[in-house]
């Protein structure tokens, strides 16, 4: 069996351990939750002073010429692109991941309702990230649409010529499981259809090719895996080939083809600069490019290759040591053993019955012993709990891992979680 | 005439004076460009340092809950309430002004479409903020609306039958020129027209009663005379009748009503809350509750009257002295004399024949000296371009005022301005 001794091990045998050091790690904690909102790059602090101080207090109106703040989507956009496999100049940093999946699926159900009228139907899967399924639901409504969901082992089936588009979550938020991105991207356009994928879990975790996929159009997030701090804006790319076919319906002044003409009427700028709307926060925006230079600096490193085999390694062992250690207190395995179906992230069940699965007060009893992953509570159709963790490669290291494991065997074998003061609660979790 | 020592003695006699302590206004600077980028709070440092060291470096994901991030986007609603005579619970902080523009013209035209189906204008004004207009006929397009452009002196005969929405920003950018917010409303309402007013240029700088004025739709801006930081995030308030009577399109996770459910069909929140979307950038948005408290602070030493009273005396103070000091150099005035019809801007015109104007270089020239504003060109319709001056009188004093006119009269009178550095280039401004 594996031992702390071999974990320490990994450790000071990991080729990327030397990142952790660009990142804050609270004293006592193992962060377990990067999937949701990522760790803080020290040198954040630096830059929020800069930003706020230097450029804001002392530059004021002028910093948007001498700081470089109109490039900053772009910019941004440029450092993102090789985590996922676009071109130079095809991703923008903007606005939020529910806004650009606006903008994109309303740009995908044009070209949709131009070139096959016939399909009125945005398929996408039941447990898809719920925000996604907001944004397609009302879209459809209002574009006279079907959204269809199916479980994950449907979709390919479902993908017949009443589909329009496909709108994916690459990697699931409850379960970690990865889909392939290629493989149903290509059934997708044999079926006919577009595909819209949302890389909010994915990106800076796993590594991804959009343009070798034949992706027509994707989002994501910037505070996720990509550490931009908390809301940081999102990003969006589209397929240069229906980039200008269509503009996005959130025709703002940064989206013009001239924004400072202040001409009355909208012309759209060329190429995904027309996925540009309002004026961006810039202070948030400023931080995610700190997030974006911990991958620069992985790069020399091995890069998203080398942070992927650490990332399985990472989610291996925890799965291994979860079922070894903690075996016999009612946890099953979420996610996928498959290497090629997992993302960067272990999902543990609870059985709901008898109502209570206890997971939202194992994850609190966690979580005040400072291992901070996040609950997701079961419904009728999953009839258990979810128990979530995040596994970031660029901060997180093996003994970690084993003793977030030993504080939940704790948990379990001492029924600390019973206490009253771990017991559910309305709370924002 | 005035003189330097008067305008020394009106600052010394100035009962808001002590509120510029609160503002970083770099050594040198007179800044009058409040109206495109408002001022650094000093405070914003320290909260900046907070949200990013204490909340997202040490809280991680649990600030959610224990830095009530959550709450803000309601919590910095509340703080703008007062200002824009909105009602509590009535306004939340959230995305951009387009982005809010679209959410709220959406809406409005789903009322007028079941209420007016006939009606198929929205009426707006042609020298309206661009990228307001830029929105509006995304939308015309998208519904089959057309969008009328008049003349501000032509928008009451406008107000027929046909028209479903007016939509008007108060103050306008290019001119100063504020608009009559109860008059026109009741006219709107008179023909039968719902109102929808973008206060991105007055929020903060005029006394506004929304509710007196029985407005239905407003949106407005964080970072300009509310002073929250580059980009800060927008707000959006909705006549408590009309809010719930329909979903705005951009149905995202946080205008659900219940948000942490993640159940996979979209209910809308009660109230204002629905205007919500997706996740915001924190960091910006927390350093717009500073700029906000700079208002509370003017609260005691009389408040938005108080700040009105001082802001009409400086633009006052600004006019006077460039009739008098800078006469004979081809200004002229574009914003109206009339208190009643005056935002907190100055904007100067020259004449564009034969062609360039000198204003651009004449900015520039301007800023090198130290006194930011700003200049928009004209165009055929106006034949003349714009030196904008913006009076945010939280920060601003009298002597300034006297100073930015004197740099100016130097500026004309030397002929400064024709220096090859200022001449016009492909700058953005």
Redesign the interface.
Known sequence: MITLQDCQHRDAMDPLRSLRDLF?I?SG?I?L?GN??G??PKA??TR??A???Q????G??????SAG??DLPQRLGNQIAPLIGAGADQVVVT?????NL?KVLSAALAIAAQDAPQRRVVLSE???F??D???A???CQ?HGYTLQ?VESQDILQALNTKVAVLLLTHVNYRTGAMHDMPGLTAAAHQAGALTVWDLAHSAGAVPIDLCASRADYAIG?G?KYLNG??????FVWVDPQHAERF?Q?????WG?AAP???????QPAAGIQRYL?????????S?LEIGLDAFAAAEPLGGMAALRTKSLALTDLFIELVEHRCAGFGLGLATPRAHSQRGSQVCLTRELTPGDSGAFAIMQAL?ARGV?G?Y??GDKRTLHDILRFGFTPLYLGYEEVWNAVEHLRLVLSTEEWKKPEFAPRN???
Chains 1, 2 share one sequence.
């Open positions: 804050h609270p904690i962060y939750d949701s909102l760790a803080m954040a602090i929020a002073n930003v706020v101080l450029e804001w207090g002392n004021l109106v002028r910093s948007w010429n703040w109109f606005d939020s991941t529910s806004i606006y039941r447990s898809n719920p925000t399924l907001y944004i639901e009302g879209l209002e969901l997030c505070y701090g908390p809301g940081a804006p999102a503009r319906p959130l025709s703002g002044w013009h400072f003409a202040f001409t009355p009427d909208y709307c309002g004026t961006q926060p810039i202070v948030s925006l931080l979580i901070i996040d997701r509570a709370a924002v979790t």
